[in-house]
């Protein structure tokens, strides 16, 4: 890694939890001096200078990075790999962590990930790709069963869809190929077997050819307790998962599915630089891959980044195309994270409103992450969200951190206030 000639200015795109944890743990850098969000939120606020910017806007980033004098741009949501806010960023010679547009396909297309995957030999569910909705149905009444049906594109966390049977399949079809209810990232659809197992997310920093791994996270995507309810962008999680041998997974993840999809992408002139979040289900001594995201978890990020202590070298290298740190030693050996959410979320998002014992959380010793916020008048956060924060905490178990977090979460308080009280158990 270059050494950096002063203390570094890192602009953080997005305005979400994962946002504000990668501005928080910028912050903390002993390399880093000052930290901006694009357009950032209540939390970032709190540690660097939001810019009011949309997230999709490539230009006015690029534009403001440079009147910033920026550093090092790091690319948070989905939404802004698929702008193609990194290229952007490449083309005004700013050095910037996020996948290019491209690579972000890995993402922003079911269809183009599953056939790559199919391509290299990477164990993952059989599956079709459908353009044409007839197509759809004689695919799904030829294959009676569960199945999944998911959105080609991006869909907020929002496009897979696990059906029971035909019936199910063929409503959820309709829904999406025809209705256009996700709208265009739902016409087409892929369709595929449900897989069995333990579902993990696991992560690697990439700087195009090499990648180190981050400790995998289980991760909680339905509304309610007992995994029920519908689909959200997340309830919550915990590290590390229960049961698994973290180095070994992580050891054969990086064999079997990052490498060859890094080797994959440079073949296809499309490198991979950023990080590649894999969601994977572990059966046995199988590592199936259920899909790609092509950007830093969200609430996983919140839960991973306070464990590694600095993360901004592994950024930096990983930007620059000279990844040579190896895999980061961990602070504490667990984390829980608890995402407290307004109702009726997932089914409409309210906001305003203040949220209130911020500061005794901390005491409790968590970290709030805020998701769905804005700063208000004299230092007031108020709800801006459906997903309002997470409510972390570190341990030396799984159960020491879930405690914790809990505690943290029974001093927080806002109007319609909800969260699953089985994260971890």
Known sequence: MTSPPHSLRVLVVGSGGREHALAWACARSPLVGEVLAAPG???????????????????????????????????????????????????????????????????????????????????????????????????????????????????????????????????????????????????????????????????????????VMLPPVCDYKRAFDGDLGDMTGGMGGYCPPRGLDVEAINQRALEEVVTPVLAEMSRLRRPFQGCLYVGAMLSGTRIQVLEFNARFGDPETEIVLPLLGDPVPYLLQAAQGALELPAPALLEPAAVGVVAVREPYP???????????????????????????????????EVAGGRVLICMAAGESVARARSRAYSGLERLSFAGMRYRSDIAA
């Not at 999709?56 to 690319?75: N, Q, W």
């Not at 869909?155 to 399949?169: I, N, Q, R």
Request: proline fraction near 3%; glycine fraction near 14%.
């Open 41 to 211: 939120n209540g939390g970032t606020a709190t540690v660097g200078r939001n810019l009011q910017l949309s997230v999709t806007d490539g230009v006015a980033i690029a534009r403001a990075a440079l009147e910033a004098r920026v550093d090092l741009v790091v690319v948070g949501p989905d939404a802004a790999i698929a702008a193609g806010v990194t290229d952007a960023m490449e083309q005004a010679g700013i050095l910037c962590f996020g996948a290019r547009r491209l690579a972000g396909e890995l993402e922003s297309s079911k269809a183009f990930a599953k056939r790559l995957m199919s391509r290299v030999g990477i164990d993952t569910a059989a599956f079709g790709v459908f353009h044409e909705v007839g197509a759809a149905r004689r695919h799904i009444l030829s294959h009676p069963g569960p199945v999944v049906v998911k959105a080609d594109g991006l869909a907020l966390g929002k496009g897979a869809f696990v059906c029971p049977d035909s019936e199910v399949a063929l409503q959820v079809t309709e829904r999406l190929m025809v209705r256009g209810e996700l709208g265009d990232p739902g016409r087409t659809v892929v369709i595929e077997e449900v897989l069995d197992g333990t579902e993990v997310s696991l992560f690697a920093i990439c700087d195009g050819q090499r990648a």
């Open 347 to 381: 089914q409409a998002v309210s906001k305003g409103g203040p949220i209130e014992g911020l500061a005794e959380a901390a005491r409790a010793g968590c970290l709030v992450f805020q998701m769905g916020t804005l700063a208000g008048a004299a230092g007031a956060v």
